[in-house]
Structure formats: C-alpha cells, structure tokens
C-alpha cells in the first residue's frame, strides 16, 4: 500500500493506484493538461470511496510506502483508464531520471520535455 500526499490531504490506496496516478500527472504535466481522477480509497471504518483529485502541470505529488493491509485497494479497470489516458493526452513524455517506462508510453519514443 502507499500513501499519496496532495495538497495537504493524504490517501491510502493500492501501490499499482498511487504509481498510476503519480505516473500520469506525470504525462499530463508534460503536455500541459490535466484531468480529475476518482482514487479509489477507504474511508476511516473500511469502505470503498474514492477521492477526487485534480492532476496536472502544478501537481505536487508525493508517495509514500505505507503499511500493508490485506484490504489494499485494487482497481484494475483504474489503472488501465489512467493509461488510456496517458496514451491521449499528446505526445510529450516525461523525462524520469530512473529511466522507467511512462504509464502509457511507448518504450521506443524518445522523451522530451516539450512545453
């Protein structure tokens, strides 16, 4: 599990969640766009929520490994709607300097830092 800091606020989600989410403000950073994402999440007695977060070019977004609860939020259909996502959102690509694949990108592009 990790947890997502944004703009004061915190959020427990699965790792595959908060990497997805982290790796398309990354994309969409780099086309100057953004996009509302509904995070999937438990609320404070263990139900499913979603929190609303607005990602884009000032995106401050931090994670942070978190303790592991066998009620880890998993949302596949999640994680593939964020790379269709990233896949539209222009063809700048984030530069990272681990040399990751992008959510979405397509290994053999270059990446720029277009802006």
Known sequence: MKYI???GTTILT???IADAVAEYAAVLGANGRTDTV????ADAH???IRAT???GPASQIVLEPAPEDELEPESPEFVEQLRRGARSAGSAQPVHAEGDDVLGADSEAPATTER
């Open 38 to 41: 509904h995070v999937p999440t």
């Open 5 to 7: 800091h944004y703009n």
């Open 14 to 16: 699965g790792d595959e």
């Open 53 to 55: 977060l607005l990602i």
């Open 46 to 48: 263990g139900q499913l």
